[in-house]
């Protein structure tokens, strides 16, 4: 495993992106050089625009340059994203426009603590009629020339910093629908083959899983692990014939169970090949720590989650 940093993948690619897409813009909340949104506007300074601490003013001016044909990057921490949720909603959301949200600082942010941890995103933005990714590192790249191309408003979810699994995925492109609006997405992927349980997770959450899946091993439990980069849409299909074979299932989030990706897979599941669940996430209030100790706090860290499975799975 490598330490990379995804704001810095995204901002090496939407300045690519630049060159290739003339009316991508980017704006920012006076955080430009926390979302590595530097390298873009040296190169396009009339394409780029510090809004400054105004998330909600950031979002109705991406509005407007939507409906002129411009395509909006708007760059926040995830945790800011909810003071401009009516602007997200009215303005962007209900009236489909393409502006793509770009969420740094997602899940745990160490020691700024509870004030700044970006544990809620996901499920509030995921209510609205709006595309919604948590990529790991892997596919980053790939999500963000994909929403160049794909014209739906957008959520992406980034992290201070994740860890590389050095597994390039073969990506695939779906088609699915947002209110009967075609959406491309990338489909989910399986990490690993295994026979006794099937776990789900995407993000930075991606690479403890896969460490988990070695160490359930040592338990004799032979692990699935499959990607789900698009919560929504949620593309069901490998999911259920995994759970077809294992008859399992956990999910692994580093976010809070509601609104979630394990809320997103379990409700699907229920409906279609109900089985028996379990889901690991954030709850409570997390203070301030280094992101190995709030993990293991909120019993997501590796030794935790191979306990509690292995534990489960006994019951």
């Given at each position: 495993m490598e330490k990379v940093n995804p704001r810095k993948v995204f901002g090496k690619t939407i300045a690519k992106l630049g060159e290739m897409y003339p009316e991508?813009?980017?704006?920012?909340?006076?955080?430009?050089?926390?979302?590595?949104?530097?390298?873009?506007?040296?190169?396009?300074?009339?394409?780029?625009?510090?809004?400054?601490?105004?998330?909600?003013?950031?979002?109705?001016?991406?509005?407007?340059?939507?409906?002129t044909g411009k395509k909006p990057y708007a760059c926040t921490f995830a945790i800011f994203i909810g003071r401009a949720w009516e602007q997200i909603r009215?303005?962007?959301?209900?009236?489909?426009?393409?502006?793509?949200?770009?969420?740094?600082?997602?899940?745990?942010?160490?020691?700024?603590?509870?004030?700044?941890?970006?544990?809620e995103d996901v499920g509030i933005i995921r209510t609205l009629p709006m595309v919604c990714v948590v990529p790991s590192v892997e596919e980053l790249e790939e999500v963000l020339y994909l929403t160049a191309e794909d014209k739906n408003p957008t959520y992406i979810r980034l992290f201070r910093q994740s860890d590389e699994m050095k597994i390039k995925p073969e990506i695939k492109i779906g088609r699915g629908f947002i209110n009967g609006k075609g959406a491309w997405y990338i489909k989910p992927y399986?990490?690993?083959?295994?026979?006794?349980?099937?776990?789900?997770?995407?993000?930075?959450?991606?690479?403890?899983?896969?460490?988990?899946?070695?160490?359930?091993?040592?338990?004799?439990?032979?692990?699935?692990?499959?990607s789900i980069p698009y919560?929504?849409?949620?593309?069901?299909?490998?999911?259920?014939?995994?759970?077809?074979?294992?008859?399992?299932?956990?999910?692994?989030?580093?976010?809070?169970?509601?609104?979630?990706?394990?809320?997103?897979?379990?409700?699907?599941?229920?409906?279609?090949?109900?089985?028996?669940?379990?889901?690991?996430?954030?709850?409570?209030?997390?203070?301030?720590?280094?992101?190995?100790?709030?993990?293991?706090?909120?019993g997501l860290s590796v030794p935790r989650m191979k306990e509690e499975i292995y534990r489960w799975l006994k019951d």
């Amino acid at each position: 495993m490598e330490k990379v940093n995804p704001r810095k993948v995204f901002g090496k690619t939407i300045a690519k992106l630049g060159e290739m897409y003339p009316e991508i813009v980017v704006l920012d909340a006076d955080l430009g050089s926390s979302t590595c949104t530097g390298e873009f506007k040296k190169r396009f300074p009339e394409r780029y625009k510090d809004c400054g601490v105004s998330e909600q003013d950031m979002m109705g001016t991406a509005a407007g340059l939507a409906i002129t044909g411009k395509k909006p990057y708007a760059c926040t921490f995830a945790i800011f994203i909810g003071r401009a949720w009516e602007q997200i909603r009215q303005s962007i959301a209900y009236q489909g426009l393409d502006v793509k949200i770009i969420g740094t600082h997602g899940g745990f942010v160490g020691e700024d603590g509870k004030s700044h941890h970006g544990t809620e995103d996901v499920g509030i933005i995921r209510t609205l009629p709006m595309v919604c990714v948590v990529p790991s590192v892997e596919e980053l790249e790939e999500v963000l020339y994909l929403t160049a191309e794909d014209k739906n408003p957008t959520y992406i979810r980034l992290f201070r910093q994740s860890d590389e699994m050095k597994i390039k995925p073969e990506i695939k492109i779906g088609r699915g629908f947002i209110n009967g609006k075609g959406a491309w997405y990338i489909k989910p992927y399986r990490i690993k083959e295994g026979r006794d349980v099937t776990l789900v997770s995407n993000g930075r959450m991606l690479s403890k899983a896969f460490n988990l899946t070695k160490e359930l091993g040592l338990y004799g439990i032979d692990a699935e692990l499959i990607s789900i980069p698009y919560v929504k849409p949620l593309d069901d299909e490998l999911v259920i014939e995994s759970l077809k074979k294992t008859g399992k299932l956990v999910t692994i989030e580093e976010h809070r169970k509601e609104g979630g990706l394990g809320e997103a897979v379990s409700s699907v599941v229920s409906e279609k090949y109900p089985v028996k669940t379990k889901g690991l996430y954030i709850s409570g209030i997390i203070g301030s720590g280094k992101c190995s100790e709030l993990y293991d706090f909120s019993g997501l860290s590796v030794p935790r989650m191979k306990e509690e499975i292995y534990r489960w799975l006994k019951d």
